[in-house]
């Protein structure tokens, strides 16, 4: 979509009758709110208000007024919507101040400035995450956690339950734009992934909050919950989004060089080691529930100690066997609970940070790692990553490159609303604390 004109041509065409204006908050939950066509026009020209001050983390009540600017890029049918007559609508916002200034708070902005510095240094920042998620039955009062199938990896339509659900998740997803490559079922039981073709890290972005609103609505219609919690049932294996990166300079992938022994560019190895030199302050973005840290456990594939290497899993990092055009490095920590956004945003400027400092990664760890004992992986330099939320904002704390690159505004009250979560978590009484000790003590 490249003007407001031919949107509204478009929009004409498929009787379009509705449309939601979508944004996220700095947690990256979709918010929304419905228009008819009527007033598209109005809020093309002037945006639409809407309360800042209602949003948490947004702004105060002094200071609460907002505006939606759709990007008219973003325009796309909701398949489901679908009818002869009438149709609704999809557009992605940017949340701007009264006066038009983008607002700081903002993570699509967030992110947008992150990619401008980027390209003032002459690179494209490409990004191919993969998103698992699962599937549980639902009752009257919302989602159980009994699995809707009990298949495994790869497993066919016969253990396999959620085949159709997972075509429909598709098929609406290519209809609004997506290219996909594969679906499959995933590890655990009732656990399902979906990968579309990466693309430039902004476009991406809205990508992953349009993916997950898309499973969630399919899945709500065929009387099933759609979790992208990253550890919801204990024992199995949790929910990831590995987030492939590449930085292109024009056309081509700079992370390539075929005359290096693994291919891999100077470039390629110092943005690895940036990664991993600010690993432990990106969890906190990265990996932000209190439930983020269930997943990030030795034994299940989740990475926890901090290294790289070639096709090892059990490294933080690693380099799939793509090379040319497909050079790039993986990062297996991050789960899909996390704001694509800041993920995004934060991920960049760890590896810019490593660019410009050329940090060395040290030599690529090509052993299981889980088998390793503490004196073998003290003695080869390997961290662990936070063991829970409060570790991890402790450590995002200390680190002026990340919390630069959310800005004092997005940083100070993504703080803020962990150490609350942390707090009331703290506060609660368990029932694995009851099972543990109501006998005993």
């Known amino acids: 979509m490249d003007s407001k004109e031919r949107l509204m041509e478009i929009i004409s065409d498929k009787n379009v009758e509705f449309l939601r204006l979508q944004f996220t908050d700095i947690q990256g939950i979709v918010k929304s709110v419905a228009i008819p066509v009527t007033r598209l026009g109005k809020a093309l020209d002037n945006g639409i ?22 990007d008219i890029s973003t325009f796309t049918l909701l398949p489901w919507r679908a009818k002869k007559d009438k149709n609704v609508a999809r557009l992605i916002c940017d949340v701007c101040k009264p006066n038009g200034d983008p607002f700081v708070g903002d993570p699509r902005h967030v992110l947008r400035k992150a990619l401008k510095q980027a390209d003032d240094t002459g690179y494209t920042m490409n990004v191919g995450p993969e998103l698992e998620f699962f599937l549980f ?55 399902h992934e979906i990968d579309f073709t990466y693309g430039e890290a902004l476009k991406t972005a809205d990508s992953v909050v349009t993916f997950r609103y898309v499973t969630k609505t399919i899945a709500m ?79 299940f594939e989740a990475p926890v100690y901090v290294s790289w290497s070639g096709p090892n899993r059990s490294s933080l990092i690693r380099v799939p066997s793509g090379r040319g055009l497909s050079t790039r490095l993986e990062l297996r920590s991050p789960d899909p609970s996390c704001s694509p956004y800041l993920a995004f945003t934060t991920i ?30 003290a003695a080869r330099g390997i961290e662990v990553l936070p063991s829970n939320l409060c570790e991890a904002l402790d450590l995002l704390e200390e680190d ?24 009331a978590y703290n ?10 000790y109501i006998n005993i003590i």
């Open 49 to 70: 208000a809407f309360d800042g001050s209602s949003i948490e983390g947004f702004a105060r009540i002094h200071e609460s007024d907002m505006i939606l600017r759709p």
């Open 137 to 191: 039955n639902r009752e009257d009062d919302g989602a159980t956690t009994t699995p809707h199938d009990f298949g495994g990896y790869f497993d066919l339509g016969i253990v396999d339950l959620a085949e159709d659900i997972r075509r429909e998740i598709t098929i609406s997803l290519i209809e609004m734009g997506f290219t996909v490559e594969a679906s499959h079922h995933e590890v655990a039981r009732g656990q």
């Open 221 to 299: 219609r065929n009387g099933l919950a759609a979790t992208f919690m990253p550890k919801p049932i204990f024992g199995e294996a949790g929910s990831g989004m590995h987030v492939n990166i590449s930085l292109f300079k024009g056309d081509q992938n700079a992370f390539y060089d075929p005359e290096d022994p693994m291919e891999l560019s100077d470039l390629a190895r110092y943005f690895a080691g940036g990664l991993l030199e600010h690993a432990c302050a990106l969890t906190a973005v990265t990996n932000p529930l209190i439930n983020s840290y269930k997943r990030l456990v030795s034994g």
């Open 348 to 377: 960049l400027a760890a590896g810019l940070d490593g660019i410009r400092r050329k940090i060395d990664p040290g030599d690529p760890v090509d052993v299981n790692i889980y088998d390793l004992s503490d004196e073998e992986r």
């Open 400 to 423: 002026k490159v990340i919390r630069d690159a959310l800005g004092e505004h997005l940083y100070t009250n993504f703080v803020r609303l962990g150490r609350l979560e942390w707090d």
């Open 427 to 436: 506060e609660q009484v368990h029932p694995w604390e009851i099972e543990r």
